[in-house]
């Protein structure tokens, strides 16, 4: 089966994608294109699929550059894929021929792209690193290595929506801690239940950076199984492990 890869005009011309699960080698629970290592999918089926994303962004497997994410701010200047993978949660280089990847199931994979200064970006971010800061952290990176924060472009990719996403009142009061206008990225729910709106609110974090164009692409990870994984749905499901979506973009 042919890979699907999603694409974002605001990106180009720089090569990228958010592949999602069609074109890949596992099977069972992780049927599709799981790229994700630290799952319990045959180590040998993972690589088969990942050698398959690298390939379709024109570099080997061995160019795929990843990081070990742990729900961080941090950001790693990657000259080089490094092995072992550093533990970070976002990726920055202005080295052709690098693909930077990161791997989500929920959480929002983000892109970022300042052709003009040879410059790009990848974010695993989900609720605790969009709080933290792991998206503006990525544009202060790129700035560093010489891009102009209204040149850069980020787009996010194929995440949980808000109408799938139900979180309790400890959660509310988390965001609302932060900033009371927080709490426009909350929807009422069931009872104390309510929806949270994370593309949303990770649109606001990117445009407050002061980014030139930020998008959501508009794909909810957990309302469509036969394009995407989903953390939240495997557990509804009570599915023993779940695949990972990879994303990737090289200059």
């Given at each position: 089966?042919?890979?699907?890869?999603?694409?974002?005009?605001?990106?180009?011309?720089?090569?990228?994608?958010?592949?999602?699960?069609?074109?890949?080698?596992?099977?069972?629970?992780?049927?599709?294109?799981?790229?994700?290592?630290?799952?319990?999918?045959?180590?040998?089926?993972?690589?088969?699929?990942?050698?398959?994303?690298?390939?379709?962004?024109?570099?080997?497997?061995?160019?795929?550059?990843?990081?070990?994410?742990?729900?961080?701010?941090?950001?790693?200047?990657?000259?080089?894929?490094?092995?072992?993978?550093?533990?970070?949660?976002?990726?920055?280089?202005?080295?052709?021929?690098?693909?930077?990847?990161?791997?989500?199931?929920?959480?929002?994979?983000?892109?970022?792209?300042?052709?003009?200064?040879?410059?790009?970006?990848?974010?695993?971010?989900?609720?605790?690193?969009?709080?933290?800061?792991?998206?503006?952290?990525?544009?202060?990176?790129?700035?560093?290595?010489?891009?102009?924060?209204?040149?850069?472009?980020?787009?996010?990719?194929?995440?949980?929506?808000?109408?799938?996403?139900?979180?309790?009142?400890?959660?509310?009061?988390?965001?609302?801690?932060?900033?009371?206008?927080?709490?426009?990225?909350?929807?009422?729910?069931?009872?104390?239940?309510?929806?949270?709106?994370?593309?949303?609110?990770?649109l606001a974090r990117l445009r407050a950076a002061g980014v030139?164009?930020?998008?959501?692409?508009?794909?909810?990870?957990?309302?469509?199984?036969?394009?995407?994984?989903?953390?939240?749905?495997?557990?509804?499901?009570?599915?023993?492990?779940?695949?990972?979506?990879?994303?990737?973009?090289?200059?």
């Amino acid at each position: 089966m042919t890979l699907e890869i999603l694409t974002a005009d605001s990106l180009g011309p720089v090569r990228h994608g958010f592949f999602t699960r069609k074109g890949g080698a596992s099977s069972g629970i992780f049927a599709g294109l799981n790229c994700g290592t630290g799952s319990s999918d045959q180590t040998e089926i993972v690589a088969i699929n990942r050698a398959r994303a690298a390939d379709a962004m024109g570099v080997g497997p061995q160019m795929l550059a990843a990081v070990h994410q742990v729900h961080s701010p941090d950001v790693i200047h990657m000259e080089a894929p490094q092995d072992p993978k550093p533990k970070a949660d976002a990726l920055v280089t202005a080295t052709p021929g690098v693909a930077l990847s990161v791997l989500t199931a929920d959480c929002q994979p983000v892109l970022f792209s300042a052709p003009e200064a040879g410059v790009i970006g990848a974010a695993h971010a989900g609720w605790k690193g969009a709080q933290a800061g792991v998206l503006e952290a990525t544009v202060d990176a790129m700035v560093a290595l010489g891009a102009a924060r209204s040149d850069i472009s980020a787009v996010i990719g194929p995440s949980i929506s808000q109408r799938a996403y139900e979180v309790g009142p400890e959660f509310f009061d988390i965001f609302l801690d932060e900033d009371p206008e927080n709490t426009r990225f909350f929807a009422g729910g069931d009872g104390d239940r309510m929806h949270f709106d994370l593309p949303g609110y990770g649109l606001a974090r990117l445009r407050a950076a002061g980014v030139g164009s930020a998008e959501w692409t508009r794909h909810c990870t957990y309302y469509d199984p036969d394009r995407f994984y989903s953390y939240r749905r495997s557990v509804h499901a009570k599915d023993p492990d779940y695949g990972r979506l990879i994303s990737a973009i090289v200059l």
